[in-house]
């Protein structure tokens, strides 16, 4: 099993940054792609961002330029670096684990359904 949970969410005005955390615990083999989801009122969840065991890093293009996905694996913690945030940038952030390898997840991280996190809310007024 993997445990996440989200944290670093707040209420920023456009421009502004947020950095998101996610603590994971739970076998290392389940998190060899670790991703960020989000969801807003009324449309689907969509991938913003995957990395893998390794450190290769997949962007959406909404994200692209605009936020860091990283990692501290001796902290188990996954991280989200959000810049020139926008009010389209509104929604729950989710984080996901999957135990997909590399080439796997590089190709179909969007598509993560194993495990979740509670989710941290976002919100960017304009």
């Known amino acids: 099993q993997v445990h996440l949970v989200e944290s670093g969410g707040g209420s920023v005005q456009a421009g502004g940054s947020l950095r998101l955390s996610c603590a994971a615990s739970g076998y290392t083999y389940n998190r060899r792609c670790m991703a960020w989801f989000r969801q807003a009122p009324g449309k689907e969840r969509e991938g913003v961002a995957a990395i893998t065991g390794g450190g290769s890093t997949f962007y959406a293009d909404s994200a692209k330029d605009r936020f860091t996905i990283s990692q501290d694996n001796a902290k188990n913690t996954l991280y989200l670096q959000m810049n020139s945030l926008n009010p389209e940038d509104t929604a729950m952030y989710y984080c996901?684990?999957?135990?997909?390898?590399?080439?796997?997840?590089?190709?179909?991280?969007?598509?993560?359904?194993?495990?979740w996190g509670q989710g941290t809310q976002v919100t960017v007024s304009s």
């Open positions: 996901a684990a999957d135990p997909r390898a590399s080439w796997d997840c590089a190709l179909s991280w969007k598509t993560m359904n194993n495990y």
